[in-house]
C-alpha cells in the first residue's frame, strides 16, 4: 500500500521540509534554504493536496508522476496543483537535491477577493504534470520577482492592507501564466495540428464503429485519454489551435457524418440518431436543426 502524506494546511507542507511558517494560509519555500537534515520526503510515496500548490523547479533529477504519466524538470519549470490532487514521487537519481520554490495557499485565503471568483479560470490547475509551464529566461525572472513581492508581504507584519496586496500579487502571479501558456501553445503550433489531425482521425473512426451504439456520444474525456492529455488542457489546446471548443469540434464531425446519413433511404431518422450515440432521437433533431438551421427531413428535402 502507497505511503501518502496528506498536505492540508501550509503548515503541514512546511513542518515536512523543516520551514517556518509565517502565514498560516500562505507561503512560499526556497529550497535553497530547506534544511536538508528535516527533508523527508522520500519516506513519502506522494503527497494529496488540500491546497492550491505552484512549483517552480529548477533541477533536472526529480520525477513526478500524474495518472499514468511521468515528468522529468527542466529548468525554470512551472507545474500548478488544485486542491484535493495527489502527486506521486519516484525517480530520484542518487544524491538528488530539490532546487527551486513552492508557493503554496490554501482556498480560505481567496475568501471575499476577486481571484476567489476567477480561481476556476485558470485551467492549468488541472493540467497533468507532463503538461506542465515551460518559462523563458524573462519568464522566469518575471515570476521570481512576483514571489518576492509575496515574500516580501509575509515577511511584514500582518495589517489591513497585508490579504489584498498577497492575493493581488498571486492574482497577477497566474494571470502571467495565463499568457506564458498562451505563449507555449503557440510555439508548439506543429506538435499541435498534428494532435488535431489525430484528434479528426479518431473522431471519425468512433462514427464509423459500433462505439456509438454502444458507449453512446463520443465526450472530450474519451479523445484527451486517447491521446494522452488531461480533459483540461486538451480542451485548451483545440480552443487555442481552432477558435472551438473541443466539444463543438467533436459536435461538428457529428454533423458532418449525420448529413451523410440522412440520405440513406433505408434509415429513419430514429435509427440515425442511435447510431451516432444518442439515447432519444429528437435530441439529436434538436442537435441537428441548431447547427445546420433545418431538421433532418428538411435539409434532406431542400438538398433533393
Known amino acids: 500500500m502507497k505511503n501518502i502524506l496528506e498536505i492540508k494546511t501550509i503548515a503541514d507542507y ?4 523543516n520551514y517556518e511558517v509565517l502565514h498560516p494560509l500562505v507561503g512560499i519555500v526556497d529550497f ?58 519516484g525517480g530520484y537519481e542518487p544524491g538528488f537535491v530539490p532546487k527551486g520554490y513552492a508557493l503554496l495557499f490554501h482556498p480560505d485565503l481567496l475568501l471575499g477577493t476577486s481571484l476567489a471568483k476567477k480561481i476556476h479560470e485558470f485551467n492549468f490547475f488541472a493540467y497533468s504534470s507532463n503538461e506542465a509551464l515551460h518559462l523563458s529566461a ?22 489591513k492592507h ?49 462505439k456509438p451504439k454502444n458507449n453512446g456520444l463520443p465526450s472530450v474525456a474519451y479523445f484527451a485519454d486517447q ?21 463543438e469540434f467533436i459536435q461538428a464531425k457529428l454533423i458532418d457524418v449525420a448529413k451523410e446519413k440522412v440520405f440513406d433511404p433505408n434509415k429513419s431518422v430514429s435509427e440515425i440518431a442511435y447510431e451516432l450515440g444518442f439515447k432519444y432521437p429528437q435530441h439529436f433533431s434538436r442537435l441537428f436543426k441548431q447547427k445546420v438551421g433545418r431538421s433532418p427531413k428538411e435539409f434532406m428535402a431542400s438538398i433533393n
Not at 512546511?14 to 521540509?17: E, N, T, V
Not at 497585508?162 to 500579487?169: D, G, P
Not at 502571479?173 to 505563449?183: N, P, S
Request: aromatic share 14%; proline share 1%; hydrophobic share 35%.
Open 138 to 159: 524573462k519568464e522566469r525572472k518575471l515570476i521570481l520577482s512576483l514571489l518576492e513581492k509575496i515574500q516580501f508581504e509575509l515577511e511584514q507584519p500582518i495589517d
Open 32 to 89: 535553497k534554504k530547506v534544511n536538508q537534515t528535516g527533508y523527508t520526503n522520500k519516506s513519502y510515496d506522494g503527497f494529496h493536496y488540500s491546497c492550491y500548490a505552484i512549483f517552480l523547479k529548477d533541477a533536472v533529477g526529480c520525477k513526478l508522476k500524474y495518472g499514468s504519466n511521468s515528468y522529468d524538470y527542466d529548468e525554470g519549470t512551472l507545474v500548478f496543483m488544485a486542491p484535493n490532487q495527489t502527486i506521486e514521487l
Open 227 to 247: 491521446l494522452h492529455f488531461s480533459s483540461n488542457y486538451f480542451g485548451d489546446l483545440v480552443k487555442k489551435e481552432t477558435g472551438k471548443s473541443a466539444q
Open 162 to 210: 497585508s490579504k489584498k496586496l498577497i492575493v493581488t500579487n498571486i492574482e497577477l502571479f497566474l494571470d502571467y501564466c495565463l499568457r506564458f501558456y498562451d505563449r507555449q501553445f503557440i510555439t508548439r503550433e506543429v506538435v499541435n495540428k498534428g494532435t488535431l489531425e489525430k484528434f479528426d482521425h479518431l473522431l471519425s473512426q468512433y462514427f464509423s464503429s459500433e
Open 14 to 17: 512546511f513542518k515536512l521540509r
